[in-house]
Every structure is written in C-alpha cells, then in structure tokens.
C-alpha cells in the first residue's frame, strides 16, 4: 500500500489549503485513513480521521470547525479542507492508513501502519 499526499504550501494567517491523500495497491473500502502533523521539535499529533465506509467522521479539538476531512468518490482519495488556517497549523502534514484501526483509538498514530510522505503547510502570521 502506497499513500501520496499532496496541496502543502505557504499561505498568510486566515487563508485556506486543501490537502489530498491518495492510495493505492490495496482495496481500502474497510480502510480508516487518518491526518497527522508534526510540527519543530513536536511530536507528531492527531489532526482528523475518516471511516471510508461509513464516512464517520473525527477530529483533533484544535481544528475542530476550522478543518473537514472528506472521501472523494474514489474511495481511495481522501482530502482534508483546512479553512482560517493559524500559525499554530503550521507543520509537516501525514495521511496515514489502517484497516484495523479501533475507532476509540482513531488519534493514535500506533494504530496505523501505512504512512505517506509528508507535505509541508506554513502559515505566517
């Protein structure tokens, strides 16, 4: 299983950003893909998490109404609306994928065993 993340960038304080994750060589309709991000000299943090199949939806209580996760209809893409981004936002953002994922411990990152590689989001201020 492959995971390609995509849509990082440089944007002001306020502004929006969307990321995508991509993933192939695998059936994922059983799959919880979840967003992580790390940023300098942090640990790497839960940010939001969806179910493909039920589309159940959960997310860190910092971005909680400022960001939305969504599965396109290609149940392989998943992508993540950041809107009224902060500085605080900005890190080194993952999408990781897991099949076996206990939704009570979607905020783990142990619980995940495909990762992709990070795109970078900065906010300035």
């Known amino acids: 299983v492959q995971l390609q993340a995509s849509g990082g960038g440089l944007v002001q304080a306020g502004a929006s950003l969307r990321l995508s994750c991509t993933a192939s060589g695998g059936t994922f309709s059983r799959y919880t893909m979840g967003w992580f991000r790390q940023a300098p000299g942090k640990d790497r943090e839960f940010v939001a998490a969806?179910?493909?199949?039920?589309?159940?939806?959960q997310y860190a209580d910092s971005v909680k109404g400022r960001f939305t996760i969504s599965r396109e209809s290609a149940e392989n893409t998943v992508n993540l609306q950041m809107d009224m981004l902060k500085p605080e936002d900005t890190a080194v953002y993952y999408c990781?994928?897991?099949?076996?994922?206990?939704?009570?411990?979607?905020?783990?990152?142990?619980?995940?065993?495909?990762w992709g590689r990070g795109t970078l989001v900065t906010v300035s201020s």
């Open positions: 990781a994928a897991s099949d076996r994922v206990i939704w009570s411990n979607t905020y783990n990152p142990q619980a995940y065993y495909h």
């Open positions: 969806i179910r493909l199949s039920s589309r159940h939806t």
